[in-house]
């Protein structure tokens, strides 16, 4: 009886218990797809900032984008979103940046591969105050802030 017991107090007690294997909770991995999210795509810019959007993974957690100034990746940043949007700020302007996404468990662990990369630059800063600095036959100066 006591045996009897103790297997079902064992068993009881497993079914509470949520698993973490390797950063995976079980609850980040309840209905994920295992799908590298598509349709990473630019939304916007600014002269220091880069607003992005992507499809939807099914079950994803978070996702991640990593950002840099080279085809190659090297130098990148990195930066959590919980949904299929966000803006990436502090960045320089008049700049093109290469941004890929990936999904990741909502502790930072790897879930998927990275996407295809992106092209998104940064918008550059429009000149204010144009004025006409000298002017001659044919020809004219300007000058702006």
């Known amino acids: 009886m006591g045996q009897l017991l103790r ?6 007690l497993a079914s509470l ?3 973490t294997v390797a950063g995976l909770s079980s609850a980040d991995a309840a209905g994920w797809s295992k799908a590298t999210p598509s349709g990473l795509e630019q939304t ?3 002269s220091t900032s880069v607003a992005m959007k992507w499809k939807a993974v099914s079950g994803a957690p978070s996702y991640r984008l990593q950002v840099a ?3 190659d990746m090297s130098g990148s940043r990195y930066y959590r979103f919980k949904g299929t949007s966000g803006t990436v700020s502090g960045l320089t302007k008049a700049t093109t940046y290469f941004v890929k996404v990936r999904v990741i468990t909502t502790a930072g ?3 998927s591969a ?3 990369a992106v092209e998104a ?3 550059f800063s429009t000149p204010s105050s144009l004025t006409v600095t000298a002017s001659s036959a044919g020809s004219l100066s300007f000058g702006w802030k």
């Open 17 to 19: 218990v949520t698993v």
């Open 121 to 123: 630059p940064t918008a």
């Open 69 to 71: 100034t080279k085809p």
């Open 109 to 111: 662990d790897n879930l």
């Open 44 to 46: 916007a810019a600014t």
């Open 7 to 12: 297997r079902c107090f064992v068993v009881l």
């Open 114 to 116: 990275y996407s295809s």
